[in-house]
């Protein structure tokens, strides 16, 4: 069975950094993606990348403030981040890992979906 589970969530101020993490276990080979919700609003779009790391997709709104990455633990647990500089108030939404994308990234057609993590930030 496969889990997904964020961490690194929090409260900061604007122009501040904050760095998202997502351990998988029980992992099958795919391409990843970090999506948000903020409240009264509709799930978007925030991050993709593939499972080599040989592309990433972006926002439109995150581009140039946000890095998506992967990694690989000692223990051979797959992790991926999310790098968010530059943080603006409209960044504050619940962020979710998503993991085992369908043909396109960007949608929400993904196999795998974290429990969510709280990202608030003030002006």
């Known amino acids: 069975q496969v889990r997904l589970e964020e961490s690194g969530g929090g409260s900061v101020q604007a122009g501040g950094s904050l760095r998202l993490s997502c351990s998988a276990s029980g992992r099958t080979f795919g391409n990843d993606g970090w999506f948000r919700q903020a409240p009264g609003k509709e799930r978007e779009f925030v991050a993709a990348i593939s499972w080599s790391s040989n592309w990433t997709y972006y926002s439109d709104l995150v581009k140039g403030r946000f890095t998506i990455s992967r990694d690989r633990r000692d223990n051979g647990e797959r992790m991926l981040f999310l790098q968010m500089n530059n943080l603006k108030p409209e960044d504050t939404a619940v962020y979710y890992c998503?993991?085992?994308?369908?043909?396109?990234?960007?949608?929400?057609?993904?196999?795998?979906w974290g429990q969510g993590v709280q990202v608030t930030v003030s002006s």
């Open positions: 998503a993991g085992h994308s369908g043909p396109d990234p960007r949608s929400h057609d993904y196999a795998y």
